[in-house]
């Protein structure tokens, strides 16, 4: 149990266009998502967090319009890249909590984000 | 945001001997920590935990020390294999979100 998924697991795209992720928790109701990036060996860094029905919650220097995030239901939240830079590219992984693990989240894969 | 620190980017062991790997942390309120295991490409897996009230933890050849009075968690993996090679970070929760340690690169020479 407790299985999140993200897709796509890599993403080319050109400078400029704008790169949608999702993260999907499989068999567990996820009322809070987390969204962290991190650059190569490097550790990982939280981006925001996000309750589901509510406004993602951004971390310090983390450009909100930048990196839109929806957690439209319990099992989904996405983060959206727009006008994506070289600079963006990372590995983003997203994480989920829910159901009775108050204090454990589960991980997903991540995605490799290449903006050339 | 939270300070979490590691004291060695990278350790190398031998096959079958322990593993020690340390973290030192600065919020004296963080009252859950955990260790995570990650593998180049993929997600961090979790590994174990332990919460503030707990010193030590053990699971399968795996152990968790936690001195809250220096603000200090080790891990300690017994008789690493070589699938055991990764990274390692620690990480703490403050009040709702988890804050990740720098990491240390586990090299388990056969």
């Known amino acids: 149990g407790a299985v999140v998924s993200q897709h796509p697991s890599r993403v080319i795209c050109k400078s400029g266009t704008s790169v949608k992720i999702e993260c999907r928790s499989l068999?567990?109701?996820?009322?809070?998502m987390f969204w962290y990036r991190q650059f190569p060996k490097q550790s990982l860094m939280l981006m925001a967090t996000s309750n589901e029905g509510s406004k993602a919650t951004y971390e310090q220097g983390v450009e909100k319009d930048k990196f839109l995030i929806n957690h439209a239901s319990l099992t989904l939240s996405t983060l959206t890249v727009t006008s994506a830079h070289p600079e963006d590219s990372s590995f983003y992984i997203c994480s989920a909590r829910g159901g009775t693990a108050m204090y454990e989240q589960f991980f997903g894969p991540g995605t490799r984000l290449t903006v050339l | 945001g939270e300070s979490v620190g590691l004291h060695l980017p990278t350790l190398s062991v031998q096959e079958g001997d322990n593993s020690i790997i340390n973290c030192a942390y600065s919020?004296?309120?963080?009252?859950?920590f955990i260790w995570y295991k990650q593998e180049s490409g993929k997600g961090p897996q979790f590994i174990i935990d332990?919460?503030?009230?707990?010193d030590k933890r053990q699971g399968q050849r795996v152990t968790v020390l936690l001195n809250k009075t220096v603000k200090h968690l080790s891990l300690q993996i017994a008789a690493t294999q070589p699938g055991d090679s990764a990274v390692y970070f620690c990480a703490l929760r403050d009040f709702n979100k988890f804050y990740f340690g720098s990491g240390t690169k586990l090299n388990v020479k056969p």
């Open positions: 919020n004296s309120a963080s009252d859950y």
């Open positions: 068999d567990f109701q996820a009322t809070t």
């Open positions: 332990i919460r503030s009230n707990m």
